[in-house]
């Protein structure tokens, strides 16, 4: 069935260092990605998104690559903060339910 | 701040009570969602409602039973609710049922004794 997963679901990084966190997708009909980061004790929070007709995307510190010949997406952080701990969640949506649906998460931990 | 509040953020039952959470939200959003988070498992969709037409049931048991009485609020009232059903569940908004840009409020977290 349609899943997304994460290859990670870890990530411990050095602050000032540069986090990627990867996420897998198995469906090949959607055609809009978002990653959600969500903070102890909070709920998720909208980060940047990308549409299939783009391979990438930059916001503040954060880039995202979609590489929809392998169904694979990425957030990059640059020079991770402390503020940047959380879970990051991938989420998919398109085709025909239109339904979006969200990854296990990774924990991102940064050491100071 | 998101512009969407929950209410109680901790709540503790029994199997035998009855419970609402509820969800406010301020952004003058159409679409509203309840999410259940549990622990190592992604985020799963339970309903959904779009203009307070509920549009979306996700095979959700009888012992959830959402309302929408406008807009800008959302219910969810327990009954009868088992262990398992202990979790952070989350209400969230989006301008509108197409939108994948979702607005989390900050969850109840619930435990059923």
């Known amino acids: 069935g349609e899943s997304v997963g994460l290859h990670l679901p870890t990530l411990s990084v050095q602050e000032g260092d540069n986090s990627i966190i990867n996420c897998a997708y198995s469906n090949s009909a959607s055609d809009y990605f978002i990653w959600y980061k969500q903070e102890s004790g909070k709920g998720p929070q909208f980060i940047i998104d990308i549409r299939s007709n783009m391979d990438k995307r930059q916001g503040q510190r954060v880039t995202v690559l979609l590489n929809k010949t392998v169904k694979h997406l990425s957030l990059q952080i640059a020079a991770t903060q402390p503020g940047d701990s959380a879970v990051y969640f991938c989420a998919e949506t398109g085709g025909a339910t239109n339904k979006l649906i969200f990854g296990t998460g990774t924990l991102l931990a940064v050491q100071p | 701040e998101t512009g969407v509040t929950q209410t109680p953020r901790h709540l503790v039952m029994g199997m035998t009570n009855k419970k609402s959470l509820k969800c406010e939200q301020h952004?003058?959003?159409?679409?509203m969602y309840w999410y259940k988070q549990s622990a190592k498992k992604p985020l799963e969709l339970m309903f959904v409602y779009n203009f307070k037409e509920q549009t979306e049931n996700n095979s959700v048991p009888s012992r959830f039973s959402p309302e929408c009485p406008n807009s800008s609020h959302l219910f969810l009232h327990l009954h009868t609710l088992q262990p398992e059903d202990s979790a952070l569940y989350l209400c969230a908004s989006s301008q509108d049922r197409a939108s994948g840009e979702l607005f989390f409020g900050e969850g109840s977290r619930l435990t059923v004794l």
């Open positions: 952004l003058g959003h159409n679409a």
